[in-house]
RNA sequence: GCGGGCGUAGCUCAGGUGGUAGAGCGCCAGGUUGUGGUCCUGGAUGCCGUGGGUUCGAGUCCCAUCGCUCGCCCCA
């Protein structure tokens, strides 16, 4: 019981667990490939500049959950809290800013430092994808289609609902915020002690408070339709129509605020009432400056990321496996034929064992454990002949086939 | 960082008011060294999370501590 324990937040994927994991990562790799995303792998710990210049120095990532190191060389690492960042330093690194658009598809593990919960650790994995150099709403539409299209071949989409907002342009953002602040300064007696921390850093969180006080205070709040300019409104407008044309259902929520800072105009999540607190399952939005702020060109991007643990855990069953063949040899001069039986079983595209332990009662106990359909029991008498008995573990059925058809006939 | 719940076999869990630890499943062996799944018989498994206290005696009561879990904050 004092064994070796996995690090807080950090599990291991085994079995069921690891063929939904699998599943979630699969599923979306096919979804997205249809859409034209290429799949990048970049290093899982980047110079800790990448993130903290890029997150924003007052959010919460950047401020108290990176895994944050010094290495041998005195540099500061950090375990990558997200993916975009690295993506975007990857795109500057390599100079792709020539090329654009870029389409990225990422999957992998990303590091928080937090207290586990429902559906969050502290090691976790995200789906993710960026479509890079993209300035239209058409490609936010495009994007948002497709996570869609991911829950739906997940067959989650009836446990999600999707919400969009506008974030609006920068000087949108900038007189919403002013009239915010005006608005929560004046009810600042009312308001919650973590809702005056945010007033300080960033007031557009208080939105999203769930604390009763605050919510009362939200509730009268300005939204931020006033306060576009005219083209942040059209885009939202463009925004709407295209996801009508894609067909994508959505509600609105003005209250959708992003934790980092990078972002502008879209944002949205896909919600569900199925994880508790966590009720998040895959968000992103469109963030303009934020290859810039990697030392490349003003370049617009818009992007999801999506939390595999969590769809994993919102998934009916996990997928069937194919049900392997069984090799059985019987006696010691059956050993070589059950070799060339099961390495041409392999050949063929089969998932296939032996079972080569114990009395042949054993290895048929072995076969049925695996989850075999079929075993091939090759002995002396079926050596002499050169014909297999195949004992059909769903109807018990044994039938006779000739060696050499093995692969052919158990295709 | 702050709150609630829970720690007994590999897993799921029983163990009124203190008397030296149980079930089901799983595992191993045999019934059957040329036939699995079903069935029968037998077997092994535990520092009862850890440390301390009360007591003749603690899985049970008290204190501390660690871990897990759910929630707050924030997010995928």
Known sequence: MSALQPVRGTHDLIGEDQRRHRHVIDTARRIVWSYG????????????RVFSRSLGETSDVVMKEMYTFTDRSGESITLRPEATAGICRALVSNGLTQSLPQKVFYAGPMFRYERPQKGRGRQFH??????IGSAEPISDAEVIACGWNVLRALGVDRLTVLEVNTLGDRPSRDAYRAALVAYFTAHRDTLSEDSLQRLERNPLRILDSKDERDRRVVADAPTIAPFLTPEAARFYDDLRRLLDRFGVPFRENPRIVRGLDYYGHTAFEFVTEALGAQGTVMGGGRYDGLVEEMGGPPTPAVGWAAGVERLAMLLDAPPPEPAPIAVVPVGEAAEPAAIAAVQALRQAGLRAEMAYRGNLRRRMERANRIGARAAV???DAELATGVAQV????TGEQTEVPIAELASRLA
Do not use: C, H
């Not at 995200?126 to 479509?131: M, N, P, S, T």
């Not at 004992?391 to 769903?394: G, L, R, V």
């Open 37 to 48: 995303f290429d799949e990048w792998t970049t290093p899982i710990f980047e110079d800790t």
């Open 126 to 131: 995200q789906v993710d994808i960026e479509a």
């Open 377 to 379: 029991i090759l002995g």
């Open 391 to 394: 004992k059909d573990f769903s």
